[in-house]
């Protein structure tokens, strides 16, 4: 799969959000849009191994699997006290696939926002309370990748690699291929079904539980880490003295790593 950023303290800058701390736009103490909702809807298709990715600022994104050909992406977006219709949905078409964006109102003084793939582009924003939830449905052998700041990142029964990350939420993942995730403050819960690959597929949290599931007769070299919990594998694998588990399942392979700072790390045999 697309090898995606692992986890760091420089994560925001890695997916190139951002979100800072003086408010700007309305007056904040007038409720003027009294969650205002606007809804929006994208759909094309995309060749095998192309990739659909989201990126969020505030607010879900929720994937499931489509037995169609065309990817969907539908949102929501929804303020209190900012406009929603300030925040913009871009959508930028690249050799990879297709990159959809919310886009809030430039930071004085900032840089610009602009939607790109992957790690270009920039968003930033103050303090805008307008939240903008995705939904998407991806069909077999389109990968999708899913980033947001504040918000839970779900992606239910795909058929291709996945990677899904936040900031401030959880990350739960089920696919027939290989995944990866990623969260600061919130836990990693992912279930994939191929049994080898190369590289490494990486798991982490900084603050939450991070449990994953790989095939009974998965292949792969195992680092497993919890620097305040425990760790626990339905694999035989060897604990060290820092309580972490390293090893091989099945003939070994490629890295599968899990960690978290402060949570517990699970790894079970899936089916």
């Known amino acids: 799969m697309k090898k995606a950023t692992t ?25 003027q849009y009294h969650g205002l909702e606007i809804e929006g809807e994208w759909s094309g298709q995309l060749a095998f191994g192309e990739e659909i990715e989201i990126k969020g600022i505030s607010g879900n994104i ?44 430039d930071v004085p003084g900032g840089i610009r926002n ?27 052998g389109v990968d999708f990748n899913g980033r947001t700041i504040a918000g839970d990142v779900s992606a239910r029964d ?10 401030n939420g959880d990350v739960d993942i089920t696919t027939t291929e290989l995944a990866e995730g990623s969260a600061v403050s919130g836990s990693v819960t992912a279930r994939f079904g191929r049994t080898g690959w190369d590289g490494e597929l ?3 949290a900084l603050s939450g539980n991070v449990t994953v599931s790989v095939p009974t007769n998965a292949n ?13 594998s339905d694999f035989s694998l060897q604990r060290l003295a820092d309580g972490s588990l390293r090893g091989s399942i099945g003939a070994g392979g490629g890295l599968l790593r899990l ?11 899936g089916s």
């Open 220 to 232: 792969a070299e195992v680092w497993a880490t919890a620097v305040n919990g425990t760790v626990n």
């Open 202 to 204: 990486a798991f982490s």
């Open 7 to 31: 986890l760091s303290v420089a994560l925001l800058a890695a997916l190139g959000l951002t979100a800072c701390g003086d408010s700007t736009g309305p007056d904040m103490n007038v409720e």
């Open 62 to 105: 929720d994937a499931s699997f489509t037995s169609g050909q065309d990817v969907v992406v539908s949102w929501t977006k929804q303020g209190q006290q900012n406009d929603p219709e300030e925040v913009t949905v871009d959508v930028v078409r690249h050799a990879g696939g297709v990159t959809i964006c919310a886009v809030y109102p």
């Open 158 to 167: 795909l058929q291709s690699d996945v990677f899904g990350s936040t900031i």
């Open 114 to 140: 602009e939607c790109g793939p992957g790690l270009t582009g920039h968003m930033a924003t103050r303090e805008n309370d307008v939240a903008v939830d995705f939904v998407v449905s991806v069909p077999a």
């Open 259 to 269: 960690s978290t700072v402060t949570g517990n790390v699970r790894l079970r045999r």
